[in-house]
């Protein structure tokens, strides 16, 4: 790989080239399936990004402690870049429900009750939040524990809006039962991490 090429998957490099993806995706799905449909087909397209670009932020230090190496050092060494790119592609998303809103009220009021509307909209609080403070200035401003937590807190409640939102499609498809089971082995890989470290903390 050339020096270019490794310049481009480091960084903020790697984040606006996530990002023009994930537009160009959206763009073209539009363009090809106008009116209710194709925004119904971004709905689902950047459910899907948000939750792959999110399981490369979550899982990043724990794939390095239990495996550490190139690609997982390479991760965790970008990890707040896909965790912005997460951010972008959920606006994304956002952008897509609020069309979709605007367009069909009606059946979006029908497949989207108030306490999901809430529930989802703290989650983008969360998300927000922690794109906003992923910046070292903003570390330094917040403080390292309350950083910490805010970012702890936001993760965790994020994973639970996804596993929630994924398991009540399971009968319209395979492919959210495949979310669910990803979802839960995130966590899985987490809870192991830590008792891994745990367990490395107290042999030294």
């Keep these: 790989m050339g020096e270019s090429s490794r310049r481009l998957l480091q960084g903020w490099h790697l984040f606006w080239l996530i990002t023009v993806l994930l537009a160009a995706m959206c763009l073209a799905m539009l363009a090809t399936v106008p009116g209710e449909d194709g925004i119904r087909l971004v709905i689902r397209a950047t459910?899907?990004?948000?939750?792959?670009?999110?399981?490369?932020?979550?899982?990043?230090?724990?794939?390095?402690?239990?495996?550490?190496?190139?690609?997982?050092?390479?991760l965790l060494r970008n990890r707040r870049y896909f965790g912005v790119s997460f951010a972008a592609s959920h606006a994304m998303h956002l952008a897509a429900i609020v069309a979709f809103a605007?367009?069909?009220?009606?059946?979006?009021?029908?497949?989207?009750?108030?306490?999901?509307?809430?529930?989802?909209?703290l989650?983008?609080?969360f998300i927000f939040a922690m794109a906003a403070t992923s910046f070292d200035r903003m570390v330094a401003l917040l403080g390292a524990r309350r950083w910490k937590l805010l970012h702890t807190v936001g993760a965790h409640y994020v994973w639970l809006i996804f596993l929630v939102s994924f398991a009540k499609r399971i009968p319209?498809?395979?492919e959210y039962l495949l979310g669910v089971v990803?979802?839960?082995a995130l966590m899985g890989l987490r809870l192991w991490a830590r008792q891994a470290g745990g367990r490395a903390a107290t042999a030294a």
């Design 172 to 174: 319209q498809g395979p």
């Design 47 to 74: 459910a899907r990004t948000s939750l792959a670009l999110f399981a490369l932020a979550f899982a990043a230090a724990s794939l390095r402690r239990l495996w550490p190496g190139a690609f997982s050092t390479w």
């Design 182 to 184: 990803l979802l839960l």
């Design 123 to 125: 989650a983008y609080v």
């Design 102 to 121: 605007r367009l069909d009220p009606v059946e979006f009021g029908t497949i989207s009750p108030l306490a999901n509307r809430i529930g989802g909209g």
